[in-house]
């Protein structure tokens, strides 16, 4: 059975910082893409950083870039993300994403989401 389970997410004030966690299992963790996306209350869903299969290389949006950090470990099956500096704009519900194939098909797969809360 395919899960991803979030965690670490909580309320923060400005400035501080929020390490994400998400546990994989079910699937070849190290063959799929992993991603973090968040959604803010009346906006829609958005990419944050992802990191490739092998951990070579990493992307984020322009709003997150040198305040956020993606990383994967293998070992553990675990994906993170490491934010400082939030901002209250960094509110949203946080999800991790994996894109992979199984059985020469496209499959992606969601965990359930945490909540990130910025505010004094």
């Known amino acids: 059975q395919v899960q991803l389970v979030e965690s670490g997410g909580g309320l923060v004030q400005p400035g501080g910082s929020l390490r994400l966690s998400c546990a994989a299992s079910g699937f070849t963790f190290s063959s799929y893409v992993m991603s973090w996306y968040r959604q803010a209350p009346g906006k829609e869903r958005e990419l944050v950083a992802g990191i490739t299969s092998a951990g070579g290389s990493t992307n984020y949006a322009d709003s997150v870039k040198g305040r956020f950090t993606i990383s994967r470990d293998t070992v553990t099956n675990t994906v993170y993300l490491q934010m400082n500096s939030l901002k209250p704009e960094d509110t949203a519900v946080y999800y991790c994403?994996?894109?992979?194939?199984?059985?020469?098909?496209?499959?992606?797969?969601w965990g359930q989401g945490t909540q990130v809360t910025v505010s004094a």
């Open positions: 994403k994996a894109v992979g194939f199984r059985i020469g098909v496209s499959v992606v797969y």
